[in-house]
């Protein structure tokens, strides 16, 4: 089978309709101080979540991400991870003869997409921690944040910040964490591969999911987010609207095959760890450790150099991923995709 012909089969199976996704759904805690958000895993098609329609500020967020501006869940899945400008993207990926794709695609397309997700988990962490000193110094924000009232988070002068207080909580989650509902309410929608189940060697559904006995499984919740499949409800124009928290960073792929995610509290720096696998049993191939420490004394790391890079645009300003000259054509070399200050997490991927 040619590469071509591979690559048209895979983009049918993921673009199938009947294909099973599952996303998080986050909501306040407010039964217990212990924690502060309740989990929710949702297992359904890609048909299915078309139903779920996005509010207007994640439309307007996403419109880099898809071709067609995504107005559901459905739209957005599979996630496809971090993505490159068009014009950028054309300078990776030239047009050329399908001989030298693979090598296009090994030594730089994929090179410089984990440079990107370095920098967007990097910079997710320090949006947490901006949000958190953020919300403590002006009090209210905090306030309204743990007792469950999300409506009253966000305030004129703090846009957003709900959503990387949300983000921080989903970090803090034990290693041990396993959602607090499911849906559907068992585990049955996860193992239907078996062989009673197929037909032909083939599931009778593709599915798309990190299962309960991966690897992955324990640090699903950070998996989801990282992804851009997390969401919380929201009203809006009388009816319930769903609300990305986080921008897709690793795409579908990668958290269902590639990494499984922990978080060490006690480290700025991350760790790639590979895993020793049973042939033929699903699970990851690695185990990716994401720092989040405690955030630094002003002394060491002052709130104005969190919030530089937790608010970093990609393009221009003064810590650009991409590097363009002065007629704004880009170069194939990239610059800040690790923080410029010390005691700022250095991501894995």
């Not at 499984?260 to 020793?276: P, T």
């Amino acid at each position: 089978m040619s590469a071509s012909t591979k690559y048209s089969a895979a983009k049918q199976w993921y673009n199938s309709d009947d294909t099973y996704y599952q996303i998080l759904l986050v909501s306040p805690e407010q039964e217990t101080k212990v924690k502060y958000l309740k989990t929710k895993i949702i297992v359904k098609t890609r048909r299915d979540f078309y139903q779920y329609q996005l509010d207007d500020q994640t439309q307007e967020k996403l419109k880099i991400y898809y071709p067609d501006k995504p107005d559901t869940i459905g739209s957005c899945l599979p996630s496809p991870g971090v993505v490159f400008p068009t014009d950028y993207l054309n300078l990776l990926l030239p047009e050329q003869g399908v001989k030298n794709i693979s090598s296009a695609l090994n030594n730089i397309y994929e090179t410089t997409q984990t440079l990107l997700q370095t920098r967007k988990i990097s910079q997710l962490i320090a949006k947490t921690w901006h949000a958190y000193l953020t919300a403590k110094d002006e009090v209210k924000p905090w306030a309204n944040f743990i007792l469950g009232n999300w409506d009253d988070v966000n305030t004129d002068n703090n846009i957003d910040i709900l959503d990387d207080l949300i983000s921080r909580e989903i970090f803090f989650f034990d290693q041990e964490f396993s959602p607090d509902y499911l849906e559907p309410d068992n585990l049955n929608i996860y193992y239907p591969l078996n062989q009673k189940h197929c037909q032909n060697g083939k599931p009778d559904e593709d599915r798309f999911l990190i299962l309960p006995s991966s690897e992955g499984w324990q640090g699903i919740a950070l998996s989801l987010l990282m992804a851009g499949q997390a969401y919380y409800e929201i009203k809006q124009d009388g009816e319930i609207k769903y609300h990305q928290i986080a921008q897709p960073i690793l795409s579908t792929g990668d958290i269902v095959f590639r990494y499984g995610l922990e978080v060490d509290w006690n480290n700025f720096k991350g760790n790639i760890q590979e895993m020793q696998l049973e042939p033929g049993k699903y699970s990851i191939a690695s185990k990716a450790t994401v720092p989040y420490p405690p955030i630094p004394s002003e002394r060491n790391l002052s709130h104005s150099q969190i919030e530089e890079w937790a608010t970093a645009q990609d393009e221009d300003g003064d810590l650009p991923f991409y590097i363009k000259d002065e007629k704004g054509n880009y170069s194939l070399d990239v610059q800040y995709f690790t923080p410029p200050y010390p005691y700022l997490p250095l991501s894995t991927c």
